[in-house]
């Protein structure tokens, strides 16, 4: 079993920059994919970024030049550095894992391990 964990979550003004942090802990694999996703009110959830065992990436194309998503092997933990807020981007944020991969994976179903979820709430 596998438990992550999410912090950074808050309240901030469109424009400023936020960093999410996502901690791994339990029986992980040697080589695991992480994502980030996001999902507003009345909303499906959709991907914001993920990255590989190996620091491979994909982002959301709404993100791409604003949020960065990066991983700390050693910690088994998971970022999302995210910039130039826009009051779009106001949801809840949710960090996912899949074991046993070294690839990118980019759609909810193949996660199965997610966070509780932060708010993030962008103010205009």
């Known amino acids: 079993q596998v438990q992550l964990v999410e912090s950074g979550g808050g309240l901030v003004q469109a424009g400023d920059s936020l960093r999410l942090s996502c901690a791994a802990s339990?029986?992980?694999?040697?080589?695991?994919?992480m994502a980030w996703f996001r999902q507003a009110p009345g909303k499906e959830r959709d991907l914001v970024a993920a990255?590989?065992?190996?620091?491979?990436?994909n982002y959301a194309h709404s993100v791409k030049g604003r949020f960065t998503i990066s991983r700390d092997n050693a910690k088994n933990t998971a970022y999302l550095q995210m910039n130039s807020l826009k009051p779009e981007d106001t949801a809840v944020y949710y960090c996912?894992?899949?074991?046993?991969?070294?690839?990118?994976?980019?759609?909810?179903?193949?996660?199965?391990?997610w966070g509780q979820g932060t708010q993030v709430t962008v103010s205009s």
């Open positions: 339990g029986r992980t694999s040697s080589t695991y994919a």
């Open positions: 996912a894992a899949r074991l046993w991969t070294e690839l990118v994976h980019t759609t909810a179903e193949e996660y199965g391990y």
């Open positions: 990255i590989s065992s190996g620091g491979r990436t």
